[in-house]
C-alpha cells in the first residue's frame, strides 16, 4: 500500500500499483487467423493476421491489417477479395508457419499440408481444413502507418458440417477447438462462463401448489338485518 499527498493536507492510499507502459498494442487476446488469397492455383497464398475483427453488423463487415511489405499485401491490393479462415489447435503449427514464412518463396499450402478449396463468390480459396470460412470483398484500404487497414464486407460464411448439432441445428463452434494470440503467444480457449445477457437474466422461480397453502375464496353472505 502506498500514501500520496494531494494539495490541502488529502490523503489518498493506492493498494493495487500499475506500472506504465509505452503506448502500444496491449489489446489482447485476440483472434489468430489465416488469410487466404489469390485468384489461381498459381498465385494462391496464406499470411497469418491477429490485427482482425468485426467492423460492422449490418451489412457485415471486417478487416484486416497487413504490413505494405508482406507479399499477400499485393495480392489482395489486386484481386480486391480474401478469407479469413478460423484457426484450432490443429492447425496451431500451420498457423504459426504460415505467419513467419513468404509467400514468395514457398507454397504454403503445399508445404503445410492445406487443401485449397473452391469459395463460393470470391476467387480466394478457403481452407478446408478450417471449420469456418468468411469470404471477403475489400471496400476500402486505410493508409495508417505501419499497416493498411483492408476493410471488407462479408459475402458469405461456410461452417464445417461436424460441428453442427444434428438434433437442434445449432453451429456448436466451441467444439472446434478454436486458438488465440495473446502477447506473441497462442493459446487454447478456455471454460465458458457465462453468455450474452447472463448477469441481467432474471432467474425463473416455480411457484409451489399445496394443500397446506392452497386457500379457497371466501363466499360471501349477506346478513339480513336484526329486526
Known amino acids: 500500500m502506498k500514501k500520496s499527498r494531494l494539495h490541502g493536507g488529502i490523503f489518498f492510499y493506492f493498494c493495487n500499483m500499475k506500472r506504465s507502459f509505452k503506448p502500444g498494442t496491449m489489446l489482447y487476446p485476440l483472434p489468430v487467423v489465416m488469410v487466404s488469397c489469390g485468384d489461381s492455383p498459381e498465385n494462391y497464398n496464406i499470411i497469418t493476421v491477429a490485427w482482425t475483427g468485426i467492423l460492422c453488423s449490418d451489412p457485415p463487415m471486417c478487416?484486416?491489417?497487413?504490413?505494405?511489405?508482406?507479399?499477400?499485401?499485393?495480392?489482395?491490393?489486386?484481386?480486391?477479395?480474401?478469407?479469413?479462415?478460423?484457426?484450432?489447435?490443429?492447425?496451431?503449427?500451420?498457423?504459426?508457419?504460415?505467419?513467419?514464412?513468404?509467400?514468395?518463396?514457398?507454397?504454403?499450402?503445399?508445404?503445410?499440408?492445406?487443401?485449397?478449396?473452391?469459395?463460393?463468390?470470391?476467387?480466394?480459396?478457403?481452407?478446408?481444413?478450417?471449420?469456418?470460412?468468411?469470404?471477403?470483398?475489400?471496400?476500402?484500404?486505410?493508409?495508417?502507418?505501419?499497416?493498411?487497414?483492408?476493410?471488407?464486407?462479408?459475402?458469405?460464411?461456410?461452417?464445417?458440417?461436424?460441428?453442427f448439432d444434428p438434433s437442434t441445428g445449432l453451429f456448436q463452434l466451441n467444439q472446434a477447438e478454436l486458438i488465440t494470440y495473446s502477447h506473441g503467444k497462442y493459446y487454447s480457449l478456455g471454460e465458458k462462463i457465462g453468455k450474452f445477457g447472463f448477469s441481467v437474466e432474471k432467474i425463473q422461480h416455480k411457484r409451489k401448489t399445496s394443500s397446506s397453502s392452497f386457500r379457497p375464496e371466501r363466499s360471501v353472505v349477506e346478513k339480513s338485518p336484526k329486526k
Open 63 to 163: 478487416y484486416i491489417s497487413v504490413r505494405k511489405e508482406r507479399h499477400s499485401h499485393a495480392i489482395i491490393s489486386k484481386n480486391k477479395e480474401f478469407v479469413i479462415n478460423l484457426t484450432t489447435e490443429a492447425l496451431a503449427k500451420a498457423t504459426d508457419w504460415c505467419g513467419v514464412r513468404s509467400g514468395r518463396d514457398h507454397n504454403k499450402f503445399k508445404e503445410m499440408h492445406l487443401t485449397p478449396e473452391q469459395a463460393e463468390v470470391v476467387k480466394a480459396p478457403m481452407i478446408a481444413e478450417s471449420p469456418v470460412n468468411i469470404e471477403c470483398k475489400v471496400v476500402d484500404i486505410k493508409e495508417l502507418g505501419s499497416h493498411d487497414m483492408f476493410m471488407a464486407e462479408i459475402v458469405a460464411v461456410h461452417g464445417d458440417e461436424k460441428y
